[in-house]
């Protein structure tokens, strides 16, 4: 799926081998900004140990827990079959606006339609914006439609959550869609074209076929609230946000599927109310230093190790790779690795490069890895001999 801190690539890039090294000889695996889930999911599925994972938005709660809450595998076919015929039964008696042509008034027709939609969430939100009408009336009946018994329902709704991110009509994450202008339209048309319902058929296969080796808990938590409880012998998980703007700015869409309701939106992005978007203190330049080093003196107090990966760059929230291993050093042993990773640019795309006004939607960086250890006592020497 599409994530603005994603370290999918990172996990072939060195951070696998490093997860792989150092977790089995760990209580616990706790990671404080789950996102996406890649790396909770990569050493539940491995290593035989409990994961947490926290996050502050509920879709990524969603997204750890279909992993790492269960030890058994899944019979997707059988799922989706009975979640799709449930579906299908809400969508039947929907009449859906006609495609005679796709210009701007036909995406103005799409708006005018989807906002009347009041009883469905997603339709009335984001219909004609981020997903076409039939895209999101059959996120909302799929979403209705969730099986009821749990691990399903969870896996089921963190497979609706991947394909919404993948089929949402905008630059890279959900901060602002495609518009039907000249350039744009072709776009916007090629995302509403991609089917829900086969992208979500394919993520329950693939989630399905992945499950934890000891069930873990994923919960939404502020990290450094979470790190509170934290044990001697766990190994911290730390990537945390690197954007000035605050991550739920760009996950407003995911979190609404999520939670089964946005309230009023406003604006181009479709916003939901600022009391809906949580904020996070490592999104304020002002504040995003003082909360790291508050953080990492409350796992050093714990006795935990930890690994934290950051842009080596200094990120437009203040903090910088060559500042955190700073604060790092005054509380732990640090070792450091540095490899090569993709970013993302908040959504630019590569196609409007083409324009002359865009920039790529990922681009190479060099990330920091910080391996902390917590820091030997030294011994302290006794030095005996006669008076003279």
């Not at 449930?86 to 339609?113: D, G, H, M, S």
Request: charge should be positive; include cysteine.
């Amino acid at each position: 799926m599409k994530y603005m801190g994603s370290k999918r690539w990172m996990l072939k890039n060195g951070l696998g081998h490093l997860l792989d090294e150092l977790a089995p000889k760990s209580r616990r695996f706790v990671d404080l900004f789950a996102g996406s889930g890649v790396v909770s999911s990569h050493v539940a599925s491995r290593v035989p140990i409990p994961v947490m994972a926290f996050d502050l938005q509920e879709f990524s709660a969603v997204l750890a827990r279909a992993v790492i809450g269960r030890r058994e595998q899944l019979d997707a076919s059988k799922i989706w079959q009975a979640w799709l015929d449930r579906a299908n039964k809400i969508v039947e008696r929907i009449k859906l606006p006609v495609n005679v042509k796709f210009t701007k008034a036909y995406v103005q027709r799409c708006r005018e339609w989807s906002e009347s939609r009041i009883s469905q969430q997603v339709t009335r939100a984001y219909g004609g914006h981020y997903f076409s009408p039939e895209q999101a009336v059959w996120i909302d009946a799929l979403r209705k439609a969730l099986p009821r018994r749990e691990p399903n329902r969870t896996v089921a709704l963190a497979a609706l959550i991947r394909a919404a991110s993948q089929c949402a009509a905008a630059p890279g994450h959900t901060a602002q869609p495609f518009q039907p202008t000249r350039t744009a339209k072709k776009f916007l048309r090629e995302a509403w074209e991609r089917s829900v319902t086969q992208r979500t058929e394919e993520a329950l296969g693939e989630l399905s076929q992945i499950s934890a080796l000891c069930v873990g808990r994923a919960s939404v938590t502020d990290a450094n609230m979470a790190a509170k409880k934290l044990r001697k012998g766990d190994l911290v998980f730390i990537d945390p946000p690197y954007s000035g703007v605050h991550y739920s700015r760009f996950y407003h869409v995911l979190e609404t599927i999520a939670r089964g309701n946005s309230g009023p939106v406003t604006g181009v992005g479709r916003y939901p109310d600022v009391s809906r978007r949580p904020r996070s203190r490592y999104s304020v330049k002002s504040e995003s230093v003082d909360a790291f080093r508050k953080l990492l003196k409350i796992i050093a107090e714990k006795k935990a190790s930890a690994i934290v990966t950051f842009p080596a760059h200094e990120c437009s929230n203040g903090l910088s790779g060559k500042e955190i291993k700073k604060i790092a050093k005054q509380l732990f042993s640090v070792r450091t690795k540095t490899v090569k990773s993709k970013f993302s640019t908040l959504g630019g795309t590569q196609r409007s490069e083409g324009e002359g006004n865009g920039r790529a939607a990922r681009q190479q960086a060099k990330e920091l890895i910080l391996i902390l250890s917590p820091k030997k006592k030294a011994r302290s020497s006794h030095i005996t001999g006669r008076s003279q």
